[in-house]
């Protein structure tokens, strides 16, 4: 079965970091592309960034929203079966419950940030950036 997995979230003062993880198990193959997203109470999800992996890491295409371009870094990490959302100097307009999705592996390898590119979720992780 399918599983995507997220830890990592917390309480941070603004200005710090967190490292968020999305652990995708259960794939007979891939999943090639990763997206992370984002809802906050009373918001629609909005797509935060997102992966297309490759066969060597230096070719993988990435994208990000605007408001986060220079703080937020996404990776992966063969070794662990992982990808990162490296998250730096926080605001509290990024507190919000933060998801990642897979797409099929079945099609094409698009980096998108529109969540019906996505047909794999996970539950979610909680970011707080609060004094």
């Known amino acids: 079965q399918v599983q995507l997995v997220e830890s990592g979230g917390g309480l941070v003062q603004p200005g710090g970091s967190l490292r968020l993880s999305c652990a995708p198990s259960?794939?007979?193959?891939?999943?090639?592309?990763i997206g992370w997203f984002r809802q906050a109470p009373g918001k629609e999800r909005e797509g935060v960034s997102c992966i297309s992996m490759r066969p060597t890491t230096t070719d993988d295409v990435t994208d990000y929203v605007v408001s986060v371009r220079g703080r937020f870094t996404i990776s992966r990490d063969d070794a662990n079966n992982t990808v990162y959302l490296q998250m730096n100097s926080l605001k509290p307009e990024d507190t919000a419950l933060y998801y990642c999705a897979a797409r099929s592996p079945l099609l094409l390898r698009r980096c998108a940030l529109g969540a019906s590119e996505y047909d794999y979720w996970g539950q979610g992780t909680q970011v707080t950036v609060s004094s």
């Open positions: 259960g794939f007979t193959r891939g999943p090639y592309v």
